[in-house]
């Protein structure tokens, strides 16, 4: 039981270029959701999925999109990177039934924008 | 708006006493609240949870209060260990199942 993955672990883009982060959770979780972690900001959501093919803006959605693949794969789309989307991405999973709210994180994918 | 804020000092206690955690919100009454540990380089990991009609919660050395005429929350870790060294995080939800996350609190233990 692997929980939840993300790739990479760690990238360098320039300004300009596009990526994709990938996520993947083995709990058969109905929620899933993008977090940016930044120096004394905490975390901060970017989007989410309550359940298998819906999507919705957070907090901070600007410059990214997403995508929920299936069930178990929610991916976060840099068209265009730029140097203040440098951040620590997360990605995390919740069962998404009432009474049940915690999440699941991964590791951590650590982009840095030249 | 709605906010979770947590000491951003660093709190830095000796072996064996308790640490207490403080998390406050502003703007809104949370259902519940959520206590997660960080370790640097890591995810984050949930530890408790604590819904607004309960007073107080406890796991192993874990304790959590739920104040809603203060709007704060309180997380103690009693008889401290070097290895509860970590950034602890508070978060609560804001509605469907989206939740916001206070900057967390770093804690250090010394043997």
């Known amino acids: 039981n692997a929980g939840v993955t993300q790739t990479p672990k760690f990238q360098v883009l320039k300004t300009g270029q596009s990526m994709t982060l990938q996520c993947a959770q083995d709990m058969n979780h109905n929620s899933m959701y993008w977090y940016r972690q930044d120096p004394g900001m905490g975390l901060r959501l970017i989007y989410y999925s309550a359940s298998e093919g819906t999507t919705d803006k957070g907090e901070v959605p600007n410059g990214y999109n997403v995508s929920r693949l299936n069930k178990r794969e929610f991916s976060l789309r840099l068209e265009s990177a730029a140097p203040s989307q440098t951040s620590v991405y997360f990605c995390?999973?919740?069962?998404?039934?009432?009474?049940?709210?915690?999440?699941?994180f991964g590791p951590g994918t650590r982009l840095t924008v030249t | 708006s709605q906010k979770i804020e947590q000491n951003s000092e660093a709190l830095n206690i000796q072996e064996g006493k308790t640490a207490t955690l403080t998390c406050n919100y502003t703007n809104y009454s949370p259902a519940y609240l959520q206590w997660y540990r960080q370790d640097p380089g890591r995810g984050p990991v949930f530890l408790l949870l604590?819904?607004?009609?309960?007073k107080e919660k406890r796991k192993e050395r874990l304790k959590v209060t739920f104040d809603t005429t203060l709007k704060q929350s309180l997380f103690h870790i009693t008889a401290s260990q070097p290895a509860d060294s970590a950034t602890y995080l508070c978060a609560g939800p804001t509605g469907g199942f989206k939740t916001i996350f206070g900057a967390g609190t770093r804690l250090f233990v010394k043997a």
């Open positions: 604590i819904r607004e009609n309960e």
């Open positions: 995390a999973s919740s069962p998404g039934e009432t009474g049940t709210y915690e999440q699941y």
